[in-house]
């Protein structure tokens, strides 16, 4: 039987979450705490609400804990949400770190390559001008080595983002990608298990944002 033939409504959801449980039906069970969740509002205004508050308190204390870790799953769901879109833009910055350093781009690229020819604006334009910007910056601030530059900062941590990430130091155009590595294989610094642990997420969410569009191509 289809829940649509057991209720239409909140109106009666409640008798039939308790039948539910009487008739031993986890399915039926689950479908009226998820609409019972959805629209609480509404149900709890019912008089079999109210009747269940007065006689039956261990089920509204079921459907009470229910509703607080759907509310936790939710809140969790979209915090991972949030933390994966960080972690996108992140690998995108390393694309176009290494797209600038190898092809060029509008307004910075490899030293051996005429400036004329790297002049149309790249797919990721928009993440590509502000690295761009950064370069330039950094290229020229004579603070950047003593760690006094604000601006500078970011194009560090780009820089060493990019040196774990990057599987071919030897042939990396990147500047300081190899100097990184070495750095880093000689040195322990107490922030590496972050750094390690933080490009570890960011090729994770490329490889789940590849087989997400892989999935979309084939449907």
Known sequence: MKIKTVFQSFKNVVDVLQLARLCNAPDLHVKCMKLVADQFKA??????????????????????QFMDEAELRKKRRRRQKEEQSVYLELNEAMECLAHIWTEGCTNVGPCDMDVIKRRKPCSRFS????????????????????????????????????ALMCDQPELCKVPLCRRFKL??????RGDDAKWRLLARKVMSA???????????KRS
């Open 127 to 162: 993440t590509c001008h502000g690295i761009q910007a950064l370069i330039e910056h950094f290229a020229s601030c004579n603070k950047r080595v003593d760690g006094r530059c604000c601006r500078c900062k970011p194009m560090w941590q780009l820089l060493r983002l990019h």
């Open 183 to 188: 750095r880093m294989q000689q040195e322990k």
């Open 43 to 64: 149900v709890e205004k019912t008089e079999a609400w109210k009747f269940l508050q007065k006689y039956d308190p261990w089920l509204e204390l079921e459907i009470l």
């Open 206 to 216: 490329k490889a789940m944002s590849s087989l997400s569009l892989a999935k979309e």
